[in-house]
């Protein structure tokens, strides 16, 4: 393999792509991958589709970029309006960024400068849960939950409160029961008391779990109670919907499916679907106007507003709604998450399913009943993805105890995704599974 001047994380090399469709990815070899995460939880409408590669072209024949202190462009105005008409009434006011990370930044920002536009200097923690991802600038990185990527730089940041994230299938809880949901968002009330409920800024929760918890689906009445628990103290909610939002669970925002009302929310990933670097946040006017009023937001980014990527954005909303991926999401995801749950009759070691929608994910366990993990010299986590990257499937892992233990696998094709192709999912993970048990002695 040709030496590659590029460095990332590892020094892992991977082949070279050749092209991209739907959901399968060709390398340089003519190998063919099964993209069975849409990247990183990223290409929901799959690549090179046809109607968003003509809406940039046409864009790139007006204007590729236009600094926002320059000039306003009819993309992001378009693209404001759209988002605002997607988003809960209220939320009416959107800051768009290039990705994930930035988007929690902002939203962080922009809650401080509205607790000191307010005369509440003293707010300024932002509580989060453990495990949980939100992104890896170092604003993210402090409301992040995953010990490997956030101990090391503790040094460079004011690491933020964390409660208990609502794992109940680890607790033996019923996730059904609207009181596993009120025991799980009464530990913010007594997080907030203890750190002082004027000092407290806001809360950020995924609405359904990302990376660091694989797909986590709250219990019942848990995110009602989040929102009552925050209106009590007068703190902020921020969802930070980045991987769930964009259709993934069947509505455009996973936290519509339970009717809460935040006070800003992030997007990213399958928004922009892969085709541009593309973020938001959206947030309510009253926020928006009370901060503007008292001079500026302070806080921006060279690409913000990129009329290339607001263009891209747009004809991926347009392609999700008129092609109808929500509803696909909903059934074929919900075949996918059977067809994963029926795995756990062929492998022991399978202790929990779980996901709404394209959004599913397994853990790995050593012992059901007790849900102990398999042992961390195994690395399940990295092992059982690079069989299955051999075997033309892609699949995205994670360690599932906040990074030092603990293996799970978040199963997420585009929302294009068809039945036939969930049979050729499972059947390639089964080869995978089949291979790792017989490899580790299982």
Not at 93 to 114: D, I, N, T
Request: aromatic share 8%.
């Amino acid at each position: 393999m040709k030496p590659s001047r590029l460095f990332y994380g590892t020094r892992r090399r991977r082949p070279q792509l050749a092209r991209a469709e739907g959901v399968y990815i060709w390398d340089t070899e003519g190998r063919c991958y099964l993209d069975g995460s849409s990247g990183a939880m990223v290409c929901n409408i799959g690549h090179s589709n046809p109607a968003v590669l003509a809406a940039m072209r046409a864009q790139m024949e007006v204007a590729t970029f236009g600094y926002r202190l320059h000039f306003e462009t009819e993309p992001s105005e378009r693209l404001a309006d759209r988002l605002a008409g997607i988003a809960p009434e209220g939320l009416g006011r959107v800051f768009f960024v290039s990705g994930g990370s930035e988007a929690v930044e902002s939203a962080m920002k922009l809650a401080r400068s509205h607790a000191l536009a307010k005369g509440e200097a003293q707010r300024w923690k932002v509580i989060s849960r453990f495990p949980a991802y939100h992104g890896c600038t170092l604003g993210a990185l402090s409301v992040t939950g995953y010990t490997p990527m956030t101990a090391p730089f503790e040094p460079l940041m004011a690491q933020m409160p964390k409660i208990p994230a609502p794992r109940a299938y680890l607790d033996g809880l019923d996730i059904d029961d609207p009181a596993t949901g009120h025991h799980y968002a009464d530990m913010l009330e007594d997080r907030i008391r203890a750190e002082g409920p004027e000092t407290v800024l806001a809360f950020i929760v995924e609405p359904v779990g990302g990376a660091s918890t694989g797909a986590l689906v709250p219990p019942a009445g848990y995110m009602e109670r989040i929102r009552e628990i925050c209106d009590r103290y007068g703190v902020l909610l921020i969802h930070d919907e980045v991987i769930s939002g964009g259709g993934r669970t069947g509505r455009f925002l996973a936290a519509d499916h339970w009717g809460v009302v935040p006070d800003m929310l992030t997007i990213s990933k399958g928004f922009g679907s892969g085709y541009m670097p593309l973020g938001a946040l959206i947030a309510k006017d009253e926020i928006v106007e009370t901060v503007l009023d008292a001079g500026n937001y302070l806080h921006g980014f060279t690409y913000a507003g990129n009329p290339l990527a607001c263009a891209a954005g747009l004809a991926v909303i347009d392609e999700i709604e008129g092609q109808g991926m929500m509803a696909n999401s909903v059934t074929v995801g919900g075949l996918l998450g059977k067809r994963l749950s029926a795995l756990m009759q062929r492998y022991e070691i399978i202790g929990d399913v779980r996901g709404m929608g394209m959004l599913q994910a397994f853990e790995l366990v050593a012992d059901r009943a007790t849900m102990a993990p398999l042992p961390k010299a195994l690395n399940a986590y990295d092992r059982l993805a690079e069989i299955a990257y051999d075997n033309g499937l892609i699949i995205y892992a994670r360690r599932s105890r906040g990074g030092h233990d603990g293996d799970h696998f978040l199963v997420a094709p585009p929302m294009i995704t068809t039945e036939a192709q969930v049979d050729e999912i499972i059947d390639k993970l089964t080869r995978s599974l089949d291979r790792f048990v017989e490899e580790a002695g299982l």
